[in-house]
């Protein structure tokens, strides 16, 4: 058994990962009306946590990470069908949309869409189904 | 605007979320299970009494107008398929505590239950020809996984092949609809319809058509597609079985319904008249099959192809008798193939074989068991006055009309050699000495049998007090045979 050298991986991870997850979060966000979306963000969020996973071994990401993935899958669902379903409480047909503009300090004017809402609950749905087929995966012997 | 359309799809949905989270609490997971079938039977009882009532129900999605935007249509066809399929929801939730699931009810049974349901009340809902392809595919991904859920060695490979069959099938599915897109620019039923009356239906536009009749005689499991049905619907636990027997190929024959009654109508000797041939080609091969093997529940399973024959047989025939026999057929058979599976799961089970051979006598200790045989025989065939026999009969009567005399006697046949197959249950596994299989002890069925009596019952009323229900047949088919008030409901012209 010999010891592995991964220290340039290890390096290059810490940065790397945050690079990925921040740029998964602005493809989140910006989807609904230019290209991105919680699909892809997803899975660009699925890659950044299967990096740590790479280079630091499935015990120490387990610490800073303590998710179950497969638990995302539902919250996700829900988050997704429930912007549906909010479409009975305004009394418009299931799955309207709509969107307007508020002031936040820093931000300034930032548009505000439910279907952003709907990007989140896919993001979601996205991250838990990635992880738990490659973790099904990995821990195959 | 009326978010009620989209009511039953989106409850199984909420409730296979829910489950998820309760996968691990079995009791809670039945209990649940139980509540919402119910309140989906409720929901959609509703929904039938206000299309009857009120006529169709349209939803335009997100507030977009048809033909832009995707269009939700429970008309009357829709709404008594859809009420069927939470029928035999009920029985199948009440029915699987029982079903000897065992660990595989962990496997997210529940939950897959669900989405299959959610799938396939969409496709009968949609009138949107993608969305159909996208529930097709909803109700598959739930199949994929209920088909090997478990992973034994033999559901393992014939889910292969179900996959892989219904795989391809798919990849001809958005085939045709890129067709139809590139032909008429169009994926809304409705304006589909519109567009093939004003083009005359020319020839590529008859092609288009041919192709998703195969698409869909795949998915239906008509003669010649049929050789991946029996043996990958035998597999599963019974109450699956039971659940892809009345569903996924009755989707695949309600696609054939909406499509060839609704869109291409204008060649009908063209079109039509070949699915006359398929449907006897389907009855005689399905038959054969059935007589060919002596394991109860492949009669069954291969029992499902002549009946999709005679469904068909009606809408070859094309006319207004013809269609409310299909119509007829089409719910009866639902039905009576959910009960026969759960029926033949419950038998395999106090014997411990599925084999004939290796049955015989139960009738001394299992009674109930052997009548609620003896009926289901009788209702299956169609023997009067049980409801096989008015759709039969209408189907029959709708085809002299037509004059097509061979295929009366084809079916004729179909009907008797049908008795025949599953009266060879009955007398294998019934009569006999009381100790034909030695000394067998009693198990229990309890909890199996009452789904079973709930919807044999519904069979005989269906029959017996076909007065009732025959207008509603009668009215479904006077609505399709004019496919201008689906347009005309859906466009608002």
């Known amino acids: ?141 | 605007m009326s978010n009620l359309a989209v009511l039953p799809i989106i409850l199984p949905l909420v409730a296979a979320i829910i489950l998820i989270f309760f996968n691990s609490k079995v009791h809670v997971s039945r209990a649940l299970t139980k509540v919402f079938s119910l309140v989906g039977l409720g929901l959609t009882g509703y929904i039938m009494w206000e299309v009857i009532n009120n006529g169709t129900i349209i939803m335009e999605t997100g507030d977009w107008i048809a033909p832009y935007g995707i269009v939700l249509v429970v008309d009357s066809l829709a709404a008594v398929l859809v009420l069927t399929t939470n029928i035999i929801a009920v029985a199948c939730a009440f029915y699987a505590p029982s079903a000897g699931l065992g660990e595989k009810e962990k496997y997210y049974f529940y939950p897959f239950f669900f989405f299959l349901i959610s799938g396939v009340t969409g496709a009968f809902i949609t009138g949107d020809l993608f969305n159909l392809f996208v529930f097709f595919e909803v109700l598959l991904m739930a199949s994929y996984a209920l088909i090997v859920l478990g992973g034994d060695k033999v559901q393992l490979r014939e889910s292969l092949k179900y996959l892989l069959i219904n795989l391809f099938s798919s990849m001809l599915f958005v085939t045709a609809i890129a067709f139809v897109y590139g032909a008429l620019g169009t994926v809304n039923m409705a304006q589909i319809a519109q567009r093939v009356q004003e083009a005359d239906q020319q020839g590529i536009l008859t092609t288009v058509g041919i192709l998703l009749f195969f698409v869909f005689a795949t998915k239906a499991a008509l003669f010649p597609l049929y050789y991946w049905l029996p043996k990958s619907y035998v597999v599963p636990n019974p109450v699956i079985s039971a659940l892809f027997g009345a569903l996924l190929t009755k989707v695949g024959i309600y696609s054939i319904f909406r499509v060839f009654t609704l869109i291409f109508v204008h060649r009908v000797e063209l079109t039509h008249e070949i699915f006359i041939w398929f449907a006897g080609l389907s009855m005689i091969f399905g038959i054969i099959g059935a007589l060919s093997t002596s394991n109860i529940k492949l009669i069954v399973a291969y029992n499902i192809i002549p009946a999709i024959g005679f469904i068909l047989l009606g809408i070859g025939v094309m006319n207004e008798t013809a269609i409310s026999g299909s119509v007829y057929y089409l719910i009866h058979d639902m039905v009576i193939k959910s009960a026969l599976f759960l029926l033949v799961g419950v038998i395999t089970y106090v014997a411990g074989t599925s084999d004939l051979k290796k049955m015989g006598g139960l009738i001394h200790t299992y009674p109930l068991l052997g009548w609620l045989l003896f009926i289901s025989a009788f209702v299956l065939a169609g023997i009067p006055p049980f409801s096989g026999f008015i759709g039969k009969l209408l189907l029959l009567q709708g085809a002299f009309e037509g004059e097509h005399i061979m295929i009366i006697l084809i079916g004729l046949l179909t009907s008797l050699l049908i008795l025949y197959s599953v009266a060879k249950i009955f007398i294998n596994a019934f009569w006999g000495d009381k100790d034909a299989m030695g000394q067998i002890k009693k198990k229990s069925t309890k909890g199996m049998v009452a789904p079973i009596v709930f919807l044999l019952s519904l069979s005989v009323i269906m029959g017996v007090g076909a007065e009732y229900f025959y207008p509603v047949a009668d009215s479904i088919a006077a609505y399709l045979m004019d496919p201008q008030i689906y347009i005309d409901s859906v466009l608002k012209e």
Not at chain 1, 61 to 75: D, E, Q, R, S, W
Not at chain 1, 104 to 118: D, R, S, V, Y
């Open chain 1, 1 to 141: 058994m010999y010891k592995t050298n991964d220290l340039i991986l290890r390096t290059t991870t810490s940065l790397i990962a945050f690079i990925l997850l921040g740029f998964a979060v602005y493809l989140l966000l910006a989807g609904h009306n230019s290209p991105g979306g919680g699909f892809v963000g997803g899975l660009m969020t699925s890659a950044a946590i299967l990096l740590m996973y790479i280079a630091y071994g499935v015990e120490a990401v387990k610490k800073v990470l303590p998710v179950n993935f497969m638990m995302l899958i539902p919250i996700g669902l829900a988050i997704a069908l429930g912007t549906g379903i909010g479409s009975f409480i305004f009394g418009v047909p299931f799955l309207s949309q709509t969107f307007d503009y508020y002031t936040f300090p820093l931000f300034g004017k930032i548009e505000l869409a439910t279907a952003m809402l709907f990007d989140l609950g896919v993001y979601f749905t996205v991250i838990g189904v990635m992880m738990t087929i490659i973790l099904t995966i990995a821990k195959d012997q």
